[in-house]
């Protein structure tokens, strides 16, 4: 399968630990977008890469979430010192560059914070 | 500072009926309009989209309509069938980040 794939795609945590997600992007897609759900909410963009660089970053993504693509191909992000309002799904997109290219979504990693 | 409406919230259809669901967006900085499915616990799948340069656009039993001086573009679900029972979000991309910006959510529920 070649599609955006996510890891892991559940994870319960405690308050106050560190978790991080992981996306692979479709292959040769240089752009890669990080959004956050939550339920009966549509997806909040939290932040993009072109390639390796971090374009932008969502007034969302607060300074206890990191993200990273080091080799402009997979991603993490991170969240530090988790509070139980950061319990959501965290969606990984990918797409070519270019005017109405199509971004697809990978499945998702559902974090729930006890 | 929501750029993106979407209406209604909720829609009831019986199967074989026409589901319809509205969006409106307010910022003109847009290049690209897409409707994307999410069933529970899944991913948000890419259904249709359309350029703003065209105003209607099918695949299937889908159809968007786009009218651009009213900033507003539209789902048609012909012949709704109960396995398109899914929350429907429609979005719009910015033209220099490639950003969605998703409306609200519609649930479906196509009643057999």
């Known amino acids: 399968d070649t ?12 308050r106050g630990q560190n978790v ?10 240089n752009r890669l977008y990080w959004y956050r759900q939550t339920l ?33 191909s997979f991603s993490t992000l991170e969240i530090q010192r988790t509070e139980q309002g950061d319990s959501a799904m965290y969606l990984c997109a990918s797409s070519p560059t270019g005017v109405g290219n199509t971004i697809y979504f990978g499945e998702g990693s559902w974090l729930t914070v006890v | 500072q929501q750029q993106v409406k979407q209406s209604p919230q909720s829609l009831i259809v019986q199967k074989g009926g026409i589901s319809i669901i509205n969006c409106a967006y307010e910022n003109t900085a847009f290049d690209y309009f897409p409707w994307y499915q999410q069933f529970p616990g899944k991913g948000p799948a890419l259904l249709i989209a ?6 209607e656009k099918k695949e ?22 109960p396995g398109d029972s899914a929350t429907y979000f429609c979005a719009a991309r910015g033209s220099n980040t490639g950003k969605l ?5 519609t649930t479906l529920q196509v009643k057999p």
């Open chain 1, 3 to 14: 599609g955006v794939s996510q890891d892991p795609r559940h994870k319960i945590t405690k």
């Open chain 1, 20 to 29: 991080t997600f992981r996306c692979d992007p479709i292959s040769e897609h």
């Open chain 1, 40 to 72: 009966g909410q549509g997806p909040e963009f939290l932040t993009y890469f072109q390639n390796e660089a971090q374009l932008e970053k969502s007034r969302l993504l607060s300074d206890r979430f990191s993200a990273e693509r080091p080799k402009g």
């Open chain 2, 50 to 55: 359309i350029r703003p340069d065209v105003s």
């Open chain 2, 60 to 81: 299937g039993r889908f159809t968007i309509s786009f009218n651009k001086s009213a900033k507003q573009f539209s789902l048609h679900i012909m012949d709704s069938q």
């Open chain 2, 101 to 105: 910006i998703f409306g609200q959510g």
